[in-house]
């Protein structure tokens, strides 16, 4: 496996543990974050593995669609396109995230996490 390959996927992983310890802290908003960073990050693994070039998006349907998950993947991904924006620039109504995310929807995120890199992993 590529060296690059190899990176993106221990960054991936890193993250997706940083998530499952900032749920187990009840830091929920900071969980669904690292949630799709995680996916995010698999993605791109293997979207470097397939087109050995990554291209700039945050957006994981975006990445999804390059490297053909599943179709019951997308719309996780799209789920999780949609956290990444409400955590990181908070402009969801009008509550802040770390009131906003709770314990059920984070735990719903980082399944999906554990999903995706899980594929991604076998997919590699």
Same mark, same amino acid.
Request: with cysteine.
């Given at each position: 496996?590529? /060296?690059?390959?190899?990176?993106w996927l221990l960054?991936?992983?890193d993250?997706?543990?940083?998530a499952?310890?900032?749920f187990?802290?009840?830091?929920?908003?900071?969980?669904?974050?690292?949630?799709?960073?995680?996916?995010?990050?698999?993605?791109?693994?293997?979207?470097?593995?397939?087109?050995?070039?990554?291209?700039?998006?945050?957006?994981?349907?975006? @990445?999804g669609?390059?490297?053909?998950v599943p179709?019951?993947? @997308?719309k996780?991904?799209?789920? @999780?396109?949609?956290?990444y924006?409400e955590?990181?620039?908070?402009?969801?109504?009008?509550?802040?995230?770390s009131?906003k995310?709770?314990k059920?929807?984070?735990?719903?995120?980082?399944?999906?996490?554990n /999903?995706?890199?899980?594929w991604?992993g076998?997919?590699?």
């Amino acid at each position: 496996m590529k /060296e690059e390959v190899k990176r993106w996927l221990l960054m991936a992983n890193d993250d997706l543990n940083s998530a499952r310890s900032n749920f187990k802290n009840k830091k929920y908003y900071v969980c669904a974050y690292l949630s799709h960073q995680a996916v995010e990050k698999a993605l791109k693994a293997l979207l470097l593995k397939k087109s050995m070039k990554l291209i700039k998006t945050h957006d994981l349907v975006i @990445l999804g669609r390059q490297v053909s998950v599943p179709k019951n993947f @997308l719309k996780k991904c799209e789920q @999780l396109s949609r956290v990444y924006i409400e955590t990181k620039y908070g402009i969801a109504a009008d509550i802040i995230p770390s009131q906003k995310f709770k314990k059920q929807n984070s735990l719903e995120y980082l399944k999906i996490a554990n /999903e995706v890199t899980k594929w991604v992993g076998k997919s590699i």
